[in-house]
């Protein structure tokens, strides 16, 4: 059994979870709503404010979907509660990031400003003139506009330009050597 899977997820207090026919699992509280089609081979049940993930039979596939459909849900859950954000740093001279209005504007060594807006589920955060902050109630789309934004300038391997997630190591290599 999947160690993940078989965990119940308790609902906190101002969220509620709707279990639709065709296995649609529905989260609203006052920060918005996601929904999710989980795979019939998974059986989701509320009982007495706890979740319970199982799965109907014990073949591979619905092995594979158990600690997944699980940890879908926990996230819907968790994003409409605390939220998910991930943080990014601009690193090089000259580059640099300003908010202006509903969108920011990364200055990374290109000969023209990229502008990337919010969309309705992103909201962008600036911290002085290199960190950006993605925040958003979908762990999903938050991992992938914060994505979007690395992929403008990734970081290179010679001097680390570029864009990073905060934390992240670049592996620095060494450069030619004159003979």
């Known amino acids: 059994m999947s160690r993940i899977g078989r965990m119940p997820i308790t609902i906190p207090a101002g969220v509620t979870v709707t279990v639709e026919p065709g296995n649609i699992v529905r989260v609203a509280s006052k920060k918005g709503e ?3 089609r ?8 509320q009982e007495d404010g706890v979740l319970y993930i199982k799965r109907s039979s014990d073949d591979k596939k619905a092995r594979a979907m158990h600690g997944l459909s699980r940890a879908i849900v926990a996230n819907m859950i968790t994003g409409l509660t605390e939220g998910f954000t991930k943080t990014l740093e601009v690193v090089g001279v ?4 300003q908010k202006s209005g509903n969108k920011i504007v990364l200055n ?3 000969s023209h400003p990229v502008e990337v807006p919010e969309t309705d589920g992103i909201k962008l955060d600036v911290e002085g003139t ?3 902050k993605v925040t958003g109630i979908s762990k999903q789309a938050v991992g992938q506009f914060a994505a979007n934004i690395r992929e403008i300038r990734p970081p290179e391997p010679y001097k680390g330009k570029g ?3 905060q934390g992240e190591t670049v592996q620095i290599k060494v450069g030619k050597t004159g003979m």
Not at 38 to 45: A, D, F, Q, T
Not at 94 to 97: A, D, M, Q
Request: hydrophobic fraction near 40%; proline fraction near 4%.
């Open 34 to 36: 996601l929904t999710e």
């Open 38 to 45: 989980i795979p019939s081979v998974i059986e989701v049940s």
């Open 94 to 97: 000259g580059y640099r990031v």
């Open 108 to 110: 990374v060594g290109y």
């Open 130 to 132: 290199n960190i950006i």
């Open 163 to 165: 864009i990073r997630y």
